[in-house]
């Protein structure tokens, strides 16, 4: 650890609580490592713009805040094309990084490149997309292509935290929405700084068809106990928030993050069920719909106070409705 000299500009970033559920298998434990890996990784970065911008020189003498937004971007690119980076990086003089889990890392000026052992490649900063047109073009199409499509996302925050509410969110994407989403930043939640989730959260909220349904700590205790799992929990929410969104669209293909038994987001769906093609798959945060709807349920669940007091659902470019949840 590096001690600052006397009258250093030192910036302190706090990001959010990182609950590991005492559930965990063993085999889960390198995924939520990576993860809070990058989270860490995004809170340096948000302090290291903080002291940029205050190192802004001002026109008229001191110094001038500077807005700077972050990007990430996360691909796939296979051991070779992979290994092939790590050499051309290595021999323009990139600046080489130790990150737990991670095969490689590399950072120049405002752009960071971790390889990890799970095989994603996790590239993030202000100048993203300039860094994949030049090193990572053919790649970048190929995983547009083949990750990217029409789709209900849906995504959940808050499990296991007990001070604040759990929040299911789902977005719907239409090819037309894919590129402009991606352009500014729409990736899996836990790889973005709070600031950022806010920033693209706005952005969601105006221009997408979205729901979000949330249950304060009281009442998820309480539904929790009548359903004895919490994953019949998610099921159901994740099941709301869907249709909710299905309502307002003809889209019925839906993808969720693998967090339980498929059959649980099924129930959720009721009586519609047979009417949807549902895929549940691990890591669907790098589906652009489920990474929208991972941010704003991530932001939901910031937003909110400790105690919710009620169940919230906002749907469709922004509307917002809220109804009492009595407690039991």
């Not at 993808?255 to 129930?267: A, F, K, N, P, Y």
């Amino acid at each position: 650890m590096a001690i600052p000299k006397p009258f250093a500009r030192v910036a302190i970033c706090f990001g959010k609580p990182w609950p590991v559920p005492a559930s965990l298998e063993r085999h889960e434990l390198e995924r939520w490592a990576e993860d809070l890996g990058r989270a860490i990784e995004a809170a340096r970065e948000t302090a290291e713009r903080s002291i940029a911008a205050d190192l802004q020189p001002h026109p008229r003498g001191g110094a001038a805040a500077r807005t700077v937004s972050q990007e990430t971007r996360v691909l796939q690119p296979g051991p070779e094309a992979a290994e092939d980076l790590r050499r051309r990086l290595d021999a323009e003089g990139w600046t080489p990084r130790s990150v737990p889990y991670a095969k490689y890392s590399f950072a120049r000026g405002a752009i960071t490149v971790t390889y990890y052992n799970s095989g994603k490649l996790v590239i993030q900063g202000s100048e993203v997309a300039l860094f994949v047109e030049h090193h990572l073009s053919g790649i970048a199409a190929a995983a547009a292509a083949s990750v990217d499509d029409e789709r209900i996302g849906s995504d959940e925050a808050g499990k296991g935290d007990y001070f604040g509410p759990l929040v299911v969110a789902a977005a719907y994407v239409a090819p037309a929405d894919i590129a402009r989403l991606r352009k500014i930043g729409v990736a899996d939640s836990k790889q973005l700084s709070d600031e950022t989730v806010a920033r693209i959260a706005g952005a969601l909220e105006a221009s997408t068809i979205h729901a979000i349904v949330a249950l304060d700590p009281q009442e998820y205790n309480r539904r929790q106990r009548e359903l004895g799992n919490v994953n019949k929990l998610l099921g159901e929410l994740h099941g709301e928030a869907i249709l909710a969104v299905a309502k307002k669209t003809k889209c019925r293909r839906v993808l969720t993050d693998q967090s339980g038994d498929i059959s649980h987001v099924r129930r959720g769906l009721g009586a519609g069920a047979a009417g949807f093609q549902l895929e549940v798959r691990p890591r669907a945060e790098e589906h652009v719909a489920v990474a929208a709807a991972s941010i704003l349920a991530r932001n939901a669940f910031l937003e909110a106070p400790p105690r919710l007091g009620r169940e919230r659902d906002r749907s469709s470019q922004g509307s917002r409705r809220a109804r009492r949840v009595d407690p039991p």
